[in-house]
């Protein structure tokens, strides 16, 4: 696996399929995720280059709530091209040890 759409297909068939980009940019969803970060987990995190252009790398994020019901991915910019909100909301989140 070597694409972002590749190991997205790969971690939807591990149960990832909420939207975390989307709950993101909905006020109640991006409340639970930033006011309460205790209940998620990033379980894994994968990092993107562009083949050409610098600003063309991205991380995805694979998060699941602490109680098992929601799992999700998470994809955004890395580096310079990272977006403040989603940011923000990452460094709240602890990363899952095994």
């Known amino acids: 696996m070597t694409t972002l759409s590749e190991v997205m297909n790969h971690l ?3 149960g990832y399929t909420f939207d975390f980009n ?3 940019k909905s006020v109640d969803e991006q409340n639970a995720l930033a006011q ?3 209940n998620f987990l990033i379980d ?6 562009g083949a050409s252009d610098p600003e063309d790398e991205s991380i995805l994020y ?6 098992g019901k929601i799992k999700g991915l998470l994809v955004d910019g890395y580096g310079i091209s990272a977006e403040y909100p ?3 909301i990452i460094k709240k989140i602890k990363t899952r040890t095994k």
Do not use: G, L, N
């Open 12 to 14: 939807s068939k591990e």
């Open 22 to 24: 989307t709950a993101a």
């Open 36 to 38: 309460q970060p205790e």
């Open 44 to 49: 894994k995190f994968y990092r993107f280059e």
């Open 62 to 67: 694979a998060i699941s709530s602490t109680d």
């Open 86 to 88: 989603v940011e923000e």
